[in-house]
């Protein structure tokens, strides 16, 4: 359970980021910032549930090292996040209509990925699936209404913060199967 709500939390920073950004540059109003959190958090569940039928499919093939692989996938994913800036195209303008939708698509990339690790973290796919999706939720309508009050200056701190939590999942991974936890 704690991994899949350290994935859940890593995974939304990316679109906590935006949601940000979002709410301290254009300001949108209750609605259209629900907006923005109910499609941030409906694609960061849609995504890791599709990587996660990539996986359970191709794990029969790679069981041998699916712990490599997830430890790979992860920490690409975290540094990727550490280097900051992964949403800035998508924090540059106001997300609205289709560009919402992009945006969603977009800032929920990299949980294709991780759910792709999710039969290597030992969770119920369903669990993790919804946790991602209710926690990204809550985090970019806190983003948004934080960005309204305090600015967009946490939001790189916020996607560094969601790299070092998947590095360490894939670390955590790569030691329990070496025998190490």
Known sequence: MIEALLLAVALAMDAFAVALTQGAKFRPSLRGGLAIALTFGVFQALMPLAGWVIGAVALIYVEAVDHWIAFGLLTFLGVRMLGGHVGDEEAARALTGRTLLIAGVATSIDALAAGITLPALGVSPWLAVALIGIVTFVMSGA??????????HLGEWAERAGGIILIGLGVKILAEHSGYF
């Not at 983003?143 to 305090?150: E, I, P, Q, S, W």
Request: glycine fraction near 30%; proline fraction near 0%.
């Open 143 to 152: 983003g948004v209404a934080l960005g309204r009050r305090a600015g967009d």
